[in-house]
């Protein structure tokens, strides 16, 4: 009675009738699965008008937009953002070049063409470049393989060596041009097999240890600049704390006009930021800061000459002009293929994350593999180095006003005047100052580093991976450290889908809701029924642990119940044969029929000759009998199997069927469904028939067999209700010892009735009937049955 009113349905709602997997297979029509020829792949490849309008369309989403541009409503926010926009990329870019390692001018020229290129081909309409990571990944591989050591010439003949900048810097312009394009070859092939989907390896914690770490590299990279010292380069595991500690040591040599024009920068340039962020709501553009210093500091070294009166360094020559493109040297190839690998997967992972977080604020699409299909190549053949989008200066053009790709193309056209007529006025500007620009936008990164509390409160192992991938970038440069951060977050995915949540379900009351009885009060488990799930896909690393969480979580060990029925039966069998040899004639037969003893009764029902006997139960073997008489598997979180899968789960299907239990399956995908049949999971035994739509189908089902068993069922041949559609045994009112003897009773008395036309229920059957811990009850043989003593 409390089962039926677990199970009852809410006031009003109709009782749909319950269907299997097979049943809505019959009923639904399932379509075969679709089986894919070289016709249709040929179909599919046709080149049409329509299919090549698309992919043009797709390949320059100029053609798409541009029409459609709205140029009363957008084009002069568009100019103010461009020019505010290439304001900043003029002395950033020039910073950058010199934290690539690279000549000045580098840093116009991949502040123009690649941005130049993106108004053709990019789909965000905000994204603005460079960014910082970028140059510092390609100066530590600049550093590495082209050291200014390998360039030291001697002066006049004698011991006094020094750089041979102009050799060393057309080196590594060869060497960065080469890295470019092979950044580019990675980011258009990845595109065009639809692989856009590889950044989401790089999850946004790592990404954001990652770039926090690069920020680190790069304020020790530049101290050097900011004390006026001379280090060594080094490159590998620990270069980091070997350049810092190279430059403590030369302290003592610090040049102080360096330091106090450093220091005065910095602090000019940090002030007006702050300034700009509070104000940014009333100014109608941010104050140029960075570009007011670089054009006060450039007057302020040529006139007072500070490179000859303080030896303060200074940029050099920037020449004017474009320069013609040219193939770089393939002799590096072999040695940077996976740096541009790196790179060009880090730089996609920022940009596609700082185009969709702009698509979403204002509503437009970014296709991720058109992002690949990009800017990089085409800039490896004109002195470029690898760039990514720069969050700083996307924000700054949306929030002056920019609306499109328009604003991104005016930002490159005042770099290109800077390239063409003002570039070698900057000779004199003194590289402390650029180094000043980049420590202090590298306030932006560590502000991440407030990431450790907001992580330590939401998921703990984000924040694991978080520093894991700082630490190891620190400890083992930018390339390697990136390597192995990503391999610990797939390990991360690994150990949490190996160890997930077992749970056992119960019903929400008046409800078709199953929630875990351990986190829920009000989720009450249905009797005899036991309803697990994982919160885990199931695949070769953790369905040994699933099955085991199972037979734990239900109570009972399955494996050593099994074990001792083994066991039983094998001593039953032994005890049969002595029995059988000891068989004579008829009349010995009744003698020792009439001296059996109080015990087991053993009945031999004779109701057709060859029918197999019955196999013993655990009631008959005196093995105590689980609490519950099925099991639902709660399929709903998968979403594969492979064969291990499948056959564990055969095998939990066994070793519940040897104790009487019945499985049944819910919530099972199509997909994973039809994985099930391509590894022969299905079998006589095991058919759709145990597999239901949902929780509630399921324990519908089962209830629906449990009030619509019959009177003469016998709760000692589970066989045989198996076979009759019905459960192994009935709930468990009945299980009582007094209540199952009155049951057998009734089961005895109806089957053997002296007007029935022979034992039903126990037909064909060798029926070995306990009843109960009392004395036994001496019962007549039935007619036509032969009875034995034991």
């Not at 100029?62 to 140029?71: A, D, E, G």
């Amino acid at each position: 009675m409390a089962a039926e009113m677990v199970l009852s349905h809410r006031p009003g709602v109709p009782r749909n009738e319950v269907l299997s997997e097979a049943e809505l297979e019959e009923l639904a029509q399932r379509k075969p699965p679709s089986k894919t020829s070289v016709r249709g792949c040929l179909r599919k490849a046709r080149c049409s008008a329509s299919t090549a309008k698309s992919l043009l369309f797709r390949f320059l989403p100029i053609l798409r937009w541009l029409p459609r541009y709205p140029v009363k409503d957008w084009l002069l926010g568009d100019i103010a953002s461009g020019f505010s926009v290439g304001i900043m990329h003029l002395p950033q870019g020039l910073a950058y070049a010199l934290l690539a390692g690279l000549p000045p001018v580098t840093g116009l020229y991949s502040s123009f063409y690649p941005v130049f290129l993106y108004f053709f081909f990019g789909t965000s309409r905000h994204n603005s470049a460079p960014l910082l990571s970028s140059p510092v990944m390609i100066g530590s591989v600049t550093e590495s393989l082209l050291p200014s050591e390998d360039f030291l010439v001697s002066v006049d003949g004698g011991n006094t060596t020094i750089v041979d900048e102009k050799a060393r810097d057309a080196a590594r312009v060869d060497l960065v041009a080469t890295i470019t394009i092979l950044s580019g070859i990675f980011q258009v092939a990845l595109g065009l097999l639809q692989f856009g989907f590889v950044v989401t390896y790089l999850s946004d914690p790592l990404v954001r240890g990652y770039t926090t770490a690069a920020s680190v590299h790069v304020l020790i990279s530049q101290l050097k600049n900011v004390f006026g010292v001379s280090v060594g380069e080094y490159s590998g595991p620990l270069s980091l704390f070997k350049t810092f500690i190279e430059i403590c040591k030369k302290l003592p040599q610090t040049n102080v006009g360096t330091l106090v024009t450093s220091i005065i920068a910095m602090l000019a340039i940090f002030i007006v930021k702050e300034l700009n962020h509070k104000f940014s709501s009333k100014l109608p553009m941010p104050i140029p800061i960075e570009l007011i210093t670089i054009i006060i500091s450039t007057g302020i070294s040529y006139g007072v000459n500070l490179k000859s009166k303080f030896g303060i360094s200074v940029v050099g020559d920037i020449p004017s002009g474009l320069k013609p493109p040219t193939l770089p040297s393939t002799t590096y190839f072999g040695q940077v293929v996976g740096n541009a690998f790196a790179i060009a997967i880090v730089g996609y992972a920022i940009c596609i994350s700082l185009g969709k977080i702009f698509a979403l604020k204002h509503g437009y699409k970014v296709d991720s593999n058109q992002v690949m299909l990009r800017y990089q190549l085409p800039g490896g053949f004109f002195e470029c180095f690898a760039i990514s989008c720069s969050m700083s200066r996307s924000l700054v053009q949306e929030g002056t006003g920019g609306n499109s790709q328009v604003a991104g193309v005016i930002s490159s056209l005042v770099i290109l005047v800077t390239i063409l007529k003002i570039g070698e006025l900057f000779r004199d500007l003194p590289k402390a100052i650029l180094s000043a620009i980049i420590i202090v936008n590298l306030k932006g990164m560590f502000k991440q580093f407030s990431d450790f509390s907001t992580l330590w409160k939401s998921n703990r192992v984000d924040l694991m991976i978080w520093i894991v991938t700082f630490v190891a970038t620190l400890l083992l440069n930018l390339d390697i450290g990136l390597a192995a951060s990503v391999a610990f977050a797939l390990l991360t995915v690994i150990f949490r889908t190996q160890l997930p949540h077992y749970s056992l379900l119960g019903r929400i009351p008046d409800t078709e809701v199953y929630k875990d009885v351990a986190e829920y009060e009000k989720a009450l488990e249905i009797p005899g029924v036991k309803i697990f799930r994982s919160s885990s896909t199931l695949y070769f690393a953790n369905v040994e642990m699933y099955a085991e969480a199972l037979k734990k979580k239900s109570g009972i060990n399955v494996d050593r119940l099994i074990e001792k029925k083994k066991k039983a039966l094998k001593k039953l069998k032994k005890q049969q044969k002595k029995a059988g040899e000891g068989e004579g004639e008829e009349e010995k037969g009744d003698m020792e029929a009439e001296c059996n003893g109080p015990g087991v009764a053993v009945i031999e029902l004779s109701g057709e000759e060859n029918s197999a006997p019955a196999e013993p139960t655990l009631r008959s073997l005196g093995l105590p009998q689980p609490d519950f008489y099925a099991v639902i598997l709660d399929f709903s979180s998968l979403n594969f199997v492979d064969t291990v899968s499948i056959k564990i789960v055969k095998n939990i299907f066994r070793d519940f069927h040897e104790i009487e239990v019945d499985v049944f399956v819910a919530s099972c995908p199509a997909s994973v469904l039809a994985q099930l049949e391509r590894g022969n999971f299905f079998s006589s035994t095991i058919t759709k028939q145990c597999f239901f739509p949902s929780v509630h189908d399921a324990v519908l089902h089962i209830s629906g067999e449990q009030h619509t068993a019959p009177v003469r069922t016998c709760p000692c041949c589970p066989h045989r209700r198996r076979a009759e559609g019905q459960p192994s045994r009935p709930l468990p009112s009945s299980q009582s010892p007094t209540g199952a003897a009155q049951h057998q009773a009734v089961a005895l008395q109806a089957e053997t009735s002296p007007g029935g036309a022979g034992p039903r229920c126990w037909g064909g059957f060798a029926a070995h009937l306990h009843l109960g811990p009392g004395a036994p009850i001496p019962l007549p043989a039935p007619p036509g049955a032969r009875t034995r003593g034991p």
